[in-house]
Nanobody
Framework: QVQLVESGGGLVQAGGSLRLSCAAS????????VGWFRQAPGKEREFVAD????????YYANSVKGRFTISRDNAKNTVSLQMNSLKPEDTGVYFC?????????????????WGQGTQVAVSS
């Protein structure tokens, strides 16, 4: 079992930055790949970024590539998402989720464990 708790959301002006953190509990956390998703009001949950268990493979949605950076520290059981040059369309609830290393990234159904989410609001 893996439990995930997100933090770091808030309100920021367009062009600003936020750093989200995902804290995990469970001894096998380092064996899981971890992804970030977001969901805006009235929209489906969408993939943002994913990082492999050993940081060897990293994936980003095209909409955030070059602005967001995902990283992980297995010794501290944390995964972070550094978000720069934020835009109003980045607004939403951000979730971190864990999947087995051999599952496919990007599709919500591939992730076994989810956090409760943290709200990000970007004003224009």
């Amino acid at each position: 079992q893996v439990q995930l708790v997100e933090s770091g959301g808030g309100l920021v002006q367009a062009g600003g930055s936020l750093r989200l953190s995902c804290a995990a509990s469970g001894r096998t956390f380092s064996a899981y790949a971890v992804g970030w998703f977001r969901q805006a009001p009235g929209k489906e949950r969408e993939f943002v970024a994913d990082i492999g268990w050993n940081r060897g493979r990293i994936y980003y949605a095209n909409s955030v590539k070059g602005r967001f950076t995902i990283s992980r520290d297995n010794a501290k059981n944390t995964v972070s998402l550094q978000m720069n040059s934020l835009k109003p369309e980045d607004t939403g609830v951000y979730f971190c989720a864990a999947r087995g290393s051999y599952s496919d990234y990007g599709r919500p159904q591939e992730y076994d464990y989810w956090g409760q989410g943290t709200q990000v609001a970007v004003s224009s």
